[in-house]
């Protein structure tokens, strides 16, 4: 089945611990994304990757890291989170940047 | 500044009449559209999409809409709405990169 999956679905930590949201697809697919979804705001792109080793800041990437080491794999790493990244946040994936994204089933992360 | 409004924060119908969700953008040329529906705790769906020509695009769920370069406008529509319809429907739009409306959250009563 083709899909975008996303680990963990739900993720309760607490300022400054290191942590990773790990985002892998099975498409194929050239271009990934990460975008954080807040009340009143919509979604706001992070990250993307248009390939392997080719990584892009979004609209608000202040205190986020990717890597596109793999082409299905594009983890998001937050080396020392903060109480304003509480979110929700999805990956999502797509053969280039005007096709149709497939998103994953999001996470849900608080920062306490 | 690139941007994507949907004016309507919250738009609540009755089950069986028609619908007509509003986006609005602000780019220099005609940017790649796209409508996405988000159903309760779920992922984005895409609904349908417009690159060019015809302006009317017929979308998944019985969905169109309707491109307007005079008014900068992509509104999405459906004669006849449903209950499974209620959910958050999202307009995007591609130039270079890809930037989403803060949403409109239906509700349809029965």
């Known amino acids: 089945e083709a899909q975008v999956t996303q680990n963990p679905r739900y993720l309760i930590t607490v300022t400054g611990k290191k942590l990773t949201v790990t985002c892998s697809q099975n498409?194929?697919?050239?271009?990934m994304s990460w975008y954080r979804q807040d009340p009143g705001l919509g979604l706001r792109q992070i990250y993307y990757?248009?390939?392997?080793?080719?990584?892009d800041k979004g609209d608000v990437p202040e205190g986020y890291k990717v890597s596109r080491k793999e082409k299905r794999n594009f983890p998001l790493i937050l080396e020392s989170p903060s109480p304003n990244q509480t979110s929700l946040y999805f990956c999502a994936s797509s053969l280039s940047l005007r096709s149709e994204q497939y998103f994953g089933p999001g996470t849900r992360l608080t920062v306490t | 500044a690139q941007s994507v409004t949907q004016p309507d924060i919250h738009i609540t119908v009755s089950e069986g009449a028609s619908l007509e969700l509003r986006c609005n953008y602000s780019y220099g040329a005609t940017p790649y559209l796209f409508w996405y529906v988000q159903s309760p705790g779920q992922g984005l769906q895409l609904l349908l999409k417009y690159f060019s020509g015809d302006t009317l695009v017929q979308g998944i769920k019985g969905f169109e809409a309707e491109f307007k370069r005079s008014q900068s406008s992509f509104n999405l529509r459906k004669p006849s709405v449903h209950w499974s319809d209620a959910a958050e429907y999202f307009c995007a739009v591609e130039d270079n990169d890809m930037r989403f409306g803060a949403g409109t959250r239906l509700t349809v009563k029965p």
């Open positions: 498409m194929n697919h050239e271009y």
């Open positions: 990757s248009m390939n392997v080793e080719v990584t």
